[in-house]
């Protein structure tokens, strides 16, 4: 008998005595509908990444979380960790992706090419799960919630009186990090406080042979407070995150520069519940502030800066009228705000590009929803129409019949969906910001529409789960940064015509027995434009197997697969923009979880396991074989 016959009969026998991990509840999310629904029965296919999902990913951080699941990329992400990041969802940039963070937005108006919050400043130390809906949802979330809406929900209160969390982790490139974690409930009272640092040497973000080093350190706080009873619950909450990164000039360029940028929120939510229905307050004030300096004369000297103020306020009723009937009326108001400062070329102080008082935008929305459904047949619809400052009204629908068929443990459910949607320009694809991003006051908001086909079936415990969709999109005046001064490389934000997209996701997830557990997901996109689709892959493949060998350890390796796709850079040397084909490639993943005692669990990861070369952005290193070892101990 060799020896992998050997191995192959103890993880066997094993197996038969290890705890089960079957998942004994039906989960729920928020995403589809804004209210609590048993994830198998939304009208769409909504991927949710549970606590349990997350340990796999210890080590990592968000954006290694969401470029795993299918139709996301996040280009950038094999960069050095502090380089900015874009999500690139069906063929849609940041721009269509709202995220939500425990289900208020937390949009940045700072953002020059995306709109997206930007997730490098989160630790996801700190993420209880993630819910990730796919397809466009402006009726429930409005402008920009036109390809995918990210639901973000960090760890709150639990059941006990006080519970905490401790851990810390080390890893290559000299990075350390800590955590810190306090959560509890007393009578009706809830309260929950985690603190996050992290400081890393990095490596040299642009490619060159000798560049120095970029490194990075990051903060995050955050805290909750909440009272319950069995109508009324409020919650305050609050949170300041913190990122200061060294960076280069630019593709294939050393350089000595600096950023900082600093995010602070604070907000409450209200739930009031009656009779047969439900109304749900929100409110969030949040702020984004970024500083980029260059380093001269032995000191760092101001470049520019960023300072983005955004007030959002919804109230919503969810009202259950029967079995086959409820619906969902609600209003929305936002309002943000921009000042900007830059330090002109050939000058030696900055100076005012944006005045934030003067450079504003503000939207009132109201919405409907309704659910009517008769023995496993769904119709769910919706409208939103929006009062723009700038852009004045647009009227949003949406569509969505789907059939569901229960069995005792099973589902089936396959679904059709239209939707329409809008984009506003924000106030810095506007306004601009001189000299690095001149002003476009004629940009107009980016219309489309869409079509999507949904099937999936499985076991309501998640035990097996198969995905499939089918979308195709329209745009109309859909707007792109595009260089128009090829001496300063000053560029705007311009509409560029219209342009269809299409594509299709398939997945499934099974759970063989408490031994394994396997998975993968392939996306397929395209657009009628190619230009439209630089650093955008056709082709995407992830996989993960996952191992329980014994009951206190967990292996998972995973895999993912980039097709070829196209980039530009601008040559200085040539004073032009060239295109160039970018290499597919295949990553590995390894993670290792095991819990060393009852309060104490210790986990390795290893990224880039066989040490792929390979380019993600063109002129930007990417990270090597890079290994993280971590502890938690929960009391």
Not at 98 to 116: E, H, M, Q, R
Not at 559 to 583: C, G, M, P
Not at 601 to 606: G, L, R, S, W
């Amino acid at each position: 008998m060799n020896k992998k016959s050997i191995l192959v009969g103890a993880m066997l026998v094993v197996s038969s005595n290890i705890i089960a991990q079957q998942e004994s509840t039906i989960e729920e999310v928020t995403i589809a509908s804004k209210t609590s629904q048993q994830l198998y029965k939304t009208g769409k296919n909504v991927k949710l990444i549970s606590q349990a999902d997350l340990q796999k990913y210890k080590g990592q951080n968000v954006n290694d979380v969401l470029d795993q699941v299918a139709g996301i990329q996040i280009t950038g992400n094999f960069n050095n960790a502090q380089e900015p990041k874009s999500m690139k969802i069906r063929g849609g940039k940041s721009a269509n992706v709202l995220i939500l963070i425990d289900g208020i937005p937390l949009k940045d108006v700072t953002g020059n090419d995306y709109n997206a919050g930007d997730l490098r400043l989160l630790a996801l130390e700190n993420v209880e799960s993630i819910e990730v809906l796919n397809g466009a949802s402006s009726v429930l979330y409005g402008s920009n919630a036109t390809v995918s809406v990210i639901n973000i929900k960090t760890q709150f209160s639990s059941s006990d009186k006080i519970q905490g969390t401790l851990g810390a982790r080390a890893g290559s490139y000299d990075t350390f990090a800590q955590n810190v974690g306090l959560r509890g409930k007393l009578n009706r009272f809830n309260y929950q406080i985690s603190g996050f640092n992290e400081k890393s040497d990095g490596i040299s973000s642009a490619s060159g042979e000798n560049f120095e080093k970029d490194g990075f350190e990051k903060q995050n706080v955050n805290a909750n407070i909440g009272f319950k009873t069995d109508k009324f619950s409020i919650n305050l909450n609050g949170g300041f995150n913190h990122h200061l990164f060294d960076y280069d000039e630019s593709a294939f360029t050393d350089g000595k520069y600096r950023g900082e940028d600093q995010q602070s929120y604070a907000g409450a939510n209200a739930n009031f519940k009656y009779n047969k229905g439900e109304i749900t307050f929100n409110t969030r004030f949040s702020g984004n502030d970024r500083l980029g300096q260059n380093f001269v004369s032995n000191n760092y000297q101001d470049q520019f800066s960023y300072a983005g103020r955004i007030f959002f306020s919804e109230l919503f009723n969810h009202y259950t009228f029967s079995d086959h009937f409820s619906f969902i009326v609600g209003l929305h108001y936002e309002t943000q705000k921009l000042g900007a400062k830059s330090l002109p070329w050939g000058g030696n102080s900055m100076q005012d590009d944006m005045i934030m008082d003067d450079t504003k935008l503000s939207n009132f929305d109201v919405f409907a929803t309704a659910n009517i459904n008769y023995e496993g047949l769904n119709l769910d619809l919706g409208s939103r129409m929006t009062e723009h400052s700038k852009f004045g009204n647009h009227f949003v629908y949406n569509i969505n019949p789907f059939y569901l068929h229960e069995m005792e443990n099973t589902y089936f459910k396959l679904g059709y969906s239209f939707a329409t949607a809008f984009i506003a320009p924000t106030l810095y694809q506007n306004y601009g910001s001189l000299p690095y991003t001149l002003p476009n006051f004629d940009l107009k908001p980016e219309l489309n529409s869409s079509h999507e086909i949904d099937l999936s079936f499985g076991k309501k415990d998640r035990s097996l789960n198969v995905t499939a969709s089918i979308f195709q999109r329209q745009e109309k005046e859909a707007f792109a940064y595009q260089t128009v001064d090829f001496v300063t490389y000053a560029g705007q934000f311009k509409n560029v015509g219209d342009n269809k997209v299409k594509g299709f996701e398939i997945g499934a997830d099974y759970r063989f027995n408490e031994l394994i557990k396997l998975g993968g997901n392939f996306s397929f996109v395209e657009k009628e434009k190619e230009e439209t689709m630089l650093r955008q892959p056709k082709q995407r493949v992830n996989s993960y197997l996952e191992v329980s060998p014994f009951a206190k350890t967990r292996i998972n390796l995973s895999h993912q697969f980039v097709s070829k796709r196209t980039d530009a850079y601008y040559d200085s040397a040539t004073f032009s923009t060239e295109n160039v084909e970018l290499e597919s490639f295949h990553l590995f993943n390894l993670n290792i979880n095991q819990n060393l005692i009852k309060n104490i669990d210790a986990f390795i990861n290893v990224g880039n396991l066989f040490n792929t070369s390979y380019v993600d952005v063109i002129g930007f290193n990417t990270k090597e074989r890079n290994y993280t070892v971590g502890v938690n101990y929960q009391f």
